[in-house]
């Protein structure tokens, strides 16, 4: 079977503090957008194969998916997967988690559906924080390590233009720049639900927030350019999404999504998508 795999872009992400585990509390704005990779999980041979280009083997989240799946379900048969990546990675999209996801949900078909929702989505908390976001997508609020989800009104649909800088960030690194920097912030859900309720993109880019932006930006200084660049081509407004290193700007339309990306890419910045929002991913 094959599937899409869509990436995310963060609206909003507050760090409320650290937890006892270790990871940090988050509050964030979670929306999937129509870049994508594609996924083909078969049953094949006796092992777990991915296939992902220089991000093959058992070090790919979308293997990790693929062996909790199996011994949950207590099976012992061969898997391949085989990954199209057209997500950058160490950009904030979620590329791995988002193959992972794909990967579970494409299992749980193969297998006549022996996991509900909601153990599905416990297994998808087992890979990783942005694995469950990943199985259902959409637009959503997340708290905890942003495993703990629940729908927020659809966002309008939005087009975005997406460029990262040619260095990536180390999510780990981000937050321990984080941790040096400062206090975080926090965000307000009911700004949220009124804006994305009310469709009003100029609403919902004066919510923007990134409390990994400043740390990030010390790691890879490009990042405020591509934010500054993003505004002066008339998008509503910029953000870096997640840890970085992608930043993304919302666009008047297609067309200037497309203006926008050509004049980027005559300044020299070759890594520039236009993609768009996408609502809740269905099964």
Known sequence: MTTFAYAKINL????????????????SVMQSIDLHDIVRVRRYGKDVVCRCG?????????????VLFLEHC??????EIEIQKNIPVQAGLAGGSTDAAATLRILNQLYEKPLDRR???DLAERCGADVAFCIQGGTMWATGRGEKLEFLPPAPEMDVVLVKPL??????????????????????RTDWEKALSQASKPQIVELFYNDLEPASIQIVPQILELKQLLLQE????SLMSGSGSCVFG????KEHALE?????????????WVTSTVTRIEE
């Open 12 to 27: 909003a992400l507050a760090i409320r503090g650290t937890r006892e585990d270790g990871y940090h509390e988050l509050q």
């Open 167 to 188: 260095g990536g960030v180390n999510t780990s690194d981000a937050y321990r720049r984080f941790d040096l920097l400062g206090q975080g912030g926090s965000l307000t």
């Open 234 to 237: 008339g998008c509503y407004g």
């Open 54 to 66: 220089a991000l093959s083997g058992t070090g790919n989240l979308a293997h990790k998916a693929a």
């Open 260 to 272: 926008v990306k050509d004049r980027l890419r005559k300044k020299g910045f070759n890594n520039v």
């Open 119 to 121: 153990a599905l989505l």
């Open 74 to 79: 207590g099976l012992s048969e061969g898997i």
């Open 250 to 253: 919302i666009a008047h339309g």
